[in-house]
């Protein structure tokens, strides 16, 4: 089942890898890394599970996670600066 997720991570992040279609942002408003992903429901979940652990040179103080809409628009993750 496809799936998508809004993702916030806040902290120090760098580099987390991804098997998902989306996008990636600092969100400077916010203070924190903005991720819309979408992918089959096992990929997903092992995403946010990187996401949660991030790298060594990530700091992470909380991590938002909501169900939203699959919008089907993606065919690749970007970063967007």
Known sequence: MTKAYDIR???HVFNVGCN??????NDYADDCVHIVAEGEETD???F?????E??????ITDMKIE???VTGKYDEFMEIR
């Open 9 to 11: 991570i806040y902290g």
């Open 20 to 25: 998902v279609v989306g996008y990636v942002e």
């Open 44 to 46: 997903l979940d092992r």
């Open 48 to 52: 946010t599970l990187l996401c949660g």
């Open 54 to 59: 991030g790298t060594p040179y990530s700091y």
């Open 67 to 69: 169900a939203v809409a």
